[in-house]
């Protein structure tokens, strides 16, 4: 036994496999379990489809992760209640810590009437899809005419560009429970979506919540820059839709006909400054508008199935942790189990936030390891475990077998990318069989 820690390390996107990457190079050995076929995450399947720069860049980092000769990848497995393996399961293969980085795979729910109508999704559902996540990229997606977005982040941003540029739909309205002043999209990634709006309705809109806005003295001219500043650096149209915002409203309900959603029921808001914060408060005053399809883009919690206690749509951290790192706390409540990434903390940042979460979450791990001897796990009775399954399950080579084919497909297509966008394809492009 070459005397080295084992951790497993569940979820292969940026947070895990960065994570991965801190355990191994300071030599432990690392399993990694992911419930996708491929490595990436939302750094796969959340970043929209034709950043093929910083898609290629951070692929290449998974790759150098992936080859480190400490680090073994199990793909197509899952962790959880509902999982092939549960916590309890995976802890009891001997391992000497685990490090939970599976993102935040719930789906926050307002508990609004007609939810279940036709034509009401979470932005997490469409955006896997049009990332051909499987089994999102199977879903069928009612896209009417006229959509709205709740939300008004750069995941907002991202499908009303899905639902204009590609879907061509004539209308998408940004429903904001704030103001102007609190958008939270970033400059660069609104330039792709700005030609859009529709600039005589933005002033019009900016006249109808002025009042809201400057009965806190909020300054109106820095909320409307904060929206248009991306203007001078705008992507050209590519289709006939228009953008919209509706400030200062929240959605209480959506009404429908025949199962099919019609129309969203928005209650007007005022905004209150209480010690410097901005929230958004009901004015009892509803109106009703005609859409065919609303998203919410509100952000994620963590599956409460997984296994770790939650509160608050997330996993319950040790308040007094043992190990901080940076001030925070990466400890769950169940001993030698740490969290990283959106698992720690959900929605929060983006690729480079993961990645620094990550690595900070396996020192975290690292310290504790400090405090015990191995326990000499066995990783061929780890392997074993997985080969047991009775599913196919995906290892590095794998991996690469299905890049070289996606590569040379993407070539014979004449395309800057080419995906599968279904488990069996992918497993077919392998050699592997479903019932390996």
Not at 314 to 327: A, C, Q, S, T, Y
């Amino acid at each position: 036994m070459d005397n080295k820690y084992l951790v497993a390390v569940i979820g292969a996107g940026p947070a895990g496999l960065f994570g991965a990457r801190e355990l191994a190079s300071q030599g432990a050995r690392v399993a990694i379990f992911n419930r996708d076929i491929k490595a990436g995450g939302l750094a796969e399947y959340g970043i929209y489809p034709d950043k093929h720069t910083m898609k290629d860049g951070l692929r290449k980092q998974f790759r150098q992760t992936l080859d480190m000769p400490d680090i073994t990848y199990y793909g197509n497995v899952t962790i959880g209640t509902h999982g092939d393996l549960t916590l309890d399961e995976l802890r009891a293969l001997g391992f000497d810590a685990v490090l939970v980085a599976a993102g935040a795979q719930g789906t926050k729910s307002l508990g609004l009437p007609g939810e279940d109508l036709e034509g009401v999704y979470h932005a997490k559902d469409v955006v896997y899809g049009y990332n051909k996540l499987p089994p999102f990229s199977q879903k069928k997606f009612r896209f009417g005419k006229r959509c709205a977005i709740i939300g008004a982040g750069n995941v907002m941003v991202d499908i009303a560009r899905h639902l204009l540029n590609v879907q061509k739909v004539d209308e998408v309205t940004a429903i904001v429970r704030r103001g102007p002043n609190e958008v939270n999209f970033t400059k660069d990634e609104m330039k792709h979506l700005i030609a859009y709006l529709d600039l005589d309705e933005f002033e019009k809109e900016m006249g109808r919540v002025a009042p809201a806005v400057q009965a806190i003295h909020q300054d109106l001219e820095a909320g409307r820059h904060k929206v248009l500043d991306s203007l001078s650096k705008a992507d050209p149209k590519t289709a006939g839709g228009k953008f919209h915002f509706d400030f200062l409203a929240s959605p209480i309900g959506m009404l429908g006909e025949n199962g099919l959603m019609t129309q969203l029921e928005v209650e007007d808001n005022i905004l209150v400054d209480k010690d410097g914060k901005i929230s958004a408060k009901g004015t009892g005053v509803k109106r009703l508008i005609d859409v065919d399809t609303v998203i919410f883009a509100i952000g994620d919690k963590v599956d409460e199935s997984f296994g770790l206690p939650t509160e608050w749509n997330e996993f319950i951290k040790n308040k007094e942790p043992r190990f901080p790192v940076d001030g925070l706390s990466f400890e769950s409540v169940v001993d030698g189990v740490f969290v990283g990434g959106w698992s720690r903390k959900a929605s929060e940042g983006l690729v480079g936030y993961a990645r620094k979460d990550g690595t900070s979450a396996a020192k975290a791990v690292w310290q504790y390891l400090q405090t015990k001897q191995p326990a000499n796990a066995s990783a061929d009775a780890v392997t074993a475990k997985m080969k047991g399954l009775n599913k196919p399950i995906i290892m590095k080579d794998d991996i690469k077998r299905l890049e070289a084919v996606e590569a040379e497909e993407a070539k014979k297509r004449g395309l800057e990318e080419f995906k599968y966008a279904t488990n069996e394809e992918m497993l077919q492009a392998m050699g592997l069989t479903e019932t390996a």
